[in-house]
């Protein structure tokens, strides 16, 4: 038999018991007037930090769009470099000068359609433009103009004639003797809308002589200024093999200030 204090001591017992689940519940359980316990500040955190890592990249990818567009733009309309492979404007243009071309004021072609925009600029005896080489429009030429639409013009040993007036040219060069058959040229006219254009170097060019007369329309720009030149024969600009052009590319490296014409840079046209 139980005694009255092993009774009181079964019936305090009995209510440890009961209330022990409520202790556990009042303990997790903050207390009044206090904040609960915060676990989302983390997930906050790594969440900013995706947001932000996605919005840089969505910027940076709107900037590179706007540059690109911009590239393009100044390409279409406004200009672009180019190298010069070719010995057929020397002494006026080099071999491996880099030039700077003028498109803006001759009507820059709209791209995806065949609308040109106006041309700002006539073109004039004396002129060196970048046209469309007419037997195949996908190569670009520079030349001289020589004559223009409505001119007559004819070659004497040597010597043009424009309008039947000797024409002074001084940057022509010649190598060859001046009675050569390519150094003379029957008198013709030039129609309306057609240029007749050479090569300063007349000995060493492929020009209107050759394959006839350049359409205004072919003309795309003028070269403004030599930003850049270097010395290597056409052989070396002209080689379409993938390997030849590497190594020229490593040799352009290896000689960059030894063969690169520094009284050029900045030269105008």
């Known amino acids: 038999m139980y005694g009255q204090n092993d009774s009181l001591r079964v019936y305090m017992l009995s209510l440890e018991l009961i209330e022990r689940p409520s202790l556990a519940a009042s303990a997790a359980a903050p207390a009044p007037g206090s904040e609960p316990a915060k676990v989302l500040p983390a997930r906050r955190s790594l969440g900013r930090r995706s947001f932000w890592r996605r919005s840089f990249w969505r910027k940076l990818r709107g900037r590179l769009i706007v540059i690109a567009l911009i590239v393009l733009c100044v390409r279409v309309f406004i200009g672009e470099a180019s190298v010069v492979p070719t010995a057929s404007m020397e002494g006026t243009i080099l071999v491996g000068d880099h030039l700077f071309m003028n498109k803006l004021f001759y009507g820059p072609e709209i791209p995806l359609t065949h609308w040109r925009l ?65 150094e003379s040229m029957k008198p013709i006219t030039i ?74 840079t900045g030269r105008l046209l």
Request: proline share 7%; net charge positive; aromatic share 12%.
């Open 118 to 182: 106006p041309a700002l600029k006539s073109i004039h005896r004396g002129d060196i433009v970048v046209f469309h080489y007419p037997k195949d429009p996908s190569e670009t030429f520079l030349k001289r103009v020589a004559a223009v639409g409505g001119d007559q013009i004819e070659i004497r040993d040597g010597v043009l004639y424009v309008n039947a007036r000797a024409v002074n040219e001084p940057y022509v060069v010649h190598h060859g003797p001046a009675r050569s058959a390519h």
């Open 191 to 264: 129609p309306p809308g057609k240029l007749f254009v050479m090569g300063d170097n007349r000995d060493n060019s492929s020009d209107s002589r050759d394959w006839g007369f350049v359409p205004m329309k072919n003309v795309i720009g003028e070269p403004l200024f030599v930003y850049w030149s270097y010395d290597a024969p056409s052989s070396r600009w002209l080689d379409d093999n993938l390997g030849h052009r590497l190594a020229f590319y490593g040799s352009i490296a290896g000689n960059f200030f030894s063969r690169t014409r520094w009284s050029r």
